[in-house]
C-alpha cells in the first residue's frame, strides 16, 4: 500500500460500518450485499484481523491495532479462549458477546495461527537471521504487561523477551545477532547480549 493511502484505509476499517466492536468485518455493514450471517459478506474472520493487525503497526497505527486486537481477545473468551474459523458480523452494541457463526470449524488451523501473529505484531518481533539481526520494538497494550517469553527459537538458538512499563529486554541474545530496536527518533541497534 502508499504510505498517503494508509490513514484513509484504517479509517474506513476502524469506521462503524467495518468495525463491529468484536473486529474487523468482511464487508462493509452500509453495503448492499452486507449479511452479517454471511461466510464473506459481513461475517468476521480472526486471521484476517490479525493481518490488519500487522499491517496496522507497519504504517504506525498503534491505537487501532491495539483497540482491534482488545476486541479480538474480548470476542476469545465466548469461544473457550481458541479462536473459531470465523463468527458472525453482530455489532457488539446489538449482542452482548459475538454470535458464532453456525457452521465455522473450531479448532481451526489458520484462526489457531491468530494469536501467535497478533503477539509478533505488537512485539515488533523480526528475526532477520540472513542478516545477523533481530528487531524487537514492542506496541503492547497496557493490559498486556507486562510480559515474558522464555524459551523463543531464533535460529538455532533460544531466547527470552521481556517486556514491562521500563522498556523491553532480549535475554540470550548471541553476540552473533545485533537487536534492532526503533525508537521516536529512528533506530537504535544493540549486539547481542542482555541490554
Known amino acids: 500500500m502508499d504510505d498517503d493511502k494508509a490513514a484513509s484505509d484504517v479509517a474506513h476499517l476502524m469506521s462503524e460500518e467495518m468495525f463491529s466492536g468484536w473486529g474487523i468485518r468482511t464487508l462493509a455493514a452500509s453495503m448492499g450485499a452486507y449479511n452479517p450471517l454471511s461466510y464473506h459478506n459481513g461475517s468476521l474472520w480472526p486471521h484476517d484481523n490479525a493481518i490488519i493487525v500487522a499491517g496496522m503497526l507497519r504504517y504506525g497505527f498503534v491505537q487501532e491495532a491495539q483497540r482491534v486486537t482488545l476486541a479480538l481477545l474480548d470476542a476469545s473468551v465466548t469461544f473457550g479462549s481458541r479462536f473459531p474459523e470465523l463468527w458472525t458480523g453482530f455489532d457488539r452494541n446489538e449482542f452482548a458477546a459475538p454470535l458464532p457463526y453456525p457452521t465455522s470449524c473450531s479448532p481451526q488451523a489458520w484462526a489457531a495461527a491468530?494469536?501467535?501473529?497478533?503477539?509478533?505484531?505488537?512485539?515488533?518481533?523480526?528475526?532477520?537471521?540472513?542478516?545477523?539481526?533481530?528487531?524487537?520494538?514492542?506496541?503492547?497494550?497496557?493490559?498486556?504487561?507486562?510480559?515474558?517469553?522464555?524459551n523463543l527459537r531464533i535460529g538455532a538458538d533460544r531466547v527470552a523477551i521481556e517486556v514491562d512499563e521500563h522498556g523491553c529486554h532480549i535475554h540470550g541474545l548471541p553476540s552473533t545477532l545485533k537487536w534492532i530496536q526503533a525508537l521516536p527518533d529512528g533506530p537504535a541497534v544493540r549486539t547481542g547480549g542482555d541490554p
Do not use: E, M, V, W
Open 114 to 150: 491468530t494469536p501467535f501473529l497478533l503477539l509478533r505484531a505488537l512485539l515488533g518481533l523480526n528475526p532477520q537471521l540472513p542478516k545477523h539481526q533481530i528487531a524487537l520494538s514492542p506496541q503492547l497494550p497496557p493490559a498486556f504487561l507486562p510480559l515474558r517469553i522464555d
